[in-house]
């Protein structure tokens, strides 16, 4: 089976002016997505909407790696875009415009579950950047004393930690759950609020976050 996630992720965020929104998302849909998918290494795609935190509208990208992006075939539909596109891409109608490009950093590889995964129902997407000096102990606490913890959440599904080829904030992570009442149960919160020793000693207090993270989106396409 060909696999649906890889060591690359593209994420577009942006907000849309309410007169366009209903445009936006039937080209978005109808065109864009599908456009995306038909590139050799783009491996699957959704679109989520914010429930808390943003900017509202997020395109996810599964990547087989983030050379995908460079290739020709990518390059073409920048160079030249439909008309549709050059009416409606979040680039020109779209404020809070965001487009990152990573690499995955954790896991160290993808297990063949994970290959083979859809896109979750539910992600919490958070964006941060700590001070460089601090970058090998924030990957180490963030990978060993904090993630492996996510695992006794009823709901979570998993999750995935990348670097920023282009764009920033450095990092980012996505958390996928099955549901939005993951995100709101007590055991999702005392996970939050944990104490783990490097994490709240040295790192927390050091973190920054974008604006608008962490956000919780809802998967709107596909249904």
Same mark, same amino acid.
């Given at each position: 089976?060909?696999?649906?996630?890889?060591?690359?992720?593209?994420?577009?965020?942006?907000?849309?002016?309410?007169?366009?929104?209903?445009?936006?998302?039937?080209?978005?849909?109808?065109?864009?997505?599908?456009?995306?998918?038909?590139?050799?290494?783009?491996?699957?795609?959704?679109?989520?909407?914010?429930?808390?935190?943003?900017p509202t509208?997020?395109?996810?990208?599964?990547?087989?790696?983030?050379?995908?992006?460079?290739?020709?075939?990518?390059?073409?539909w920048?160079?030249? /875009?439909?008309?549709?596109?050059? !009416? $409606? +891409?979040?680039?020109?109608?779209?404020? =809070?415009?965001?487009?990152?490009? @990573?690499?995955?950093?954790?896991?160290a590889?993808?297990?063949?579950?994970?290959?083979?995964?859809?896109?979750? /129902?539910?992600?919490?997407?958070? !964006? $941060? +950047?700590?001070?460089?000096?601090?970058? =090998?102990?924030?990957n180490?606490? @963030?990978?060993n004393?904090?993630?492996?913890?996510?695992g006794r959440?009823?709901?979570?599904?998993?999750?995935?930690?990348?670097?920023a080829?282009?764009g920033?904030?450095?990092y980012?992570?996505?958390?996928?759950m099955?549901?939005?009442?993951?995100?709101?149960?007590?055991?999702?919160?005392?996970?939050?609020?944990?104490?783990?020793?490097?994490?709240?000693?040295?790192?927390?207090?050091?973190?920054?976050?974008?604006a608008?993270?962490?956000?919780?989106?809802?998967r709107?396409?596909?249904?």
């Amino acid at each position: 089976m060909s696999a649906k996630k890889g060591d690359g992720l593209l994420m577009v965020y942006c907000e849309v002016p309410a007169p366009h929104e209903e445009e936006f998302n039937a080209w978005y849909n109808d065109e864009h997505i599908p456009e995306r998918l038909a590139i050799p290494g783009v491996l699957n795609a959704a679109r989520y909407q914010a429930v808390a935190g943003g900017p509202t509208y997020l395109a996810c990208y599964e990547l087989a790696s983030s050379d995908t992006w460079y290739t020709d075939a990518w390059q073409k539909w920048l160079k030249t /875009p439909t008309p549709w596109s050059r !009416r $409606m +891409s979040p680039s020109v109608i779209g404020t =809070a415009y965001i487009r990152n490009l @990573y690499r995955r950093i954790y896991p160290a590889d993808v297990p063949a579950e994970t290959a083979q995964a859809e896109m979750a /129902p539910v992600i919490l997407v958070g !964006r $941060m +950047s700590v001070p460089a000096e601090l970058d =090998a102990k924030f990957n180490e606490a @963030y990978n060993n004393e904090r993630l492996p913890l996510c695992g006794r959440i009823p709901g979570y599904i998993r999750a995935r930690r990348f670097e920023a080829v282009m764009g920033a904030p450095k990092y980012t992570t996505v958390h996928e759950m099955t549901a939005l009442e993951v995100w709101k149960s007590q055991a999702w919160d005392e996970w939050r609020t944990s104490v783990t020793p490097v994490w709240n000693s040295e790192i927390r207090q050091n973190m920054v976050h974008e604006a608008g993270s962490p956000g919780v989106f809802r998967r709107i396409f596909p249904e």
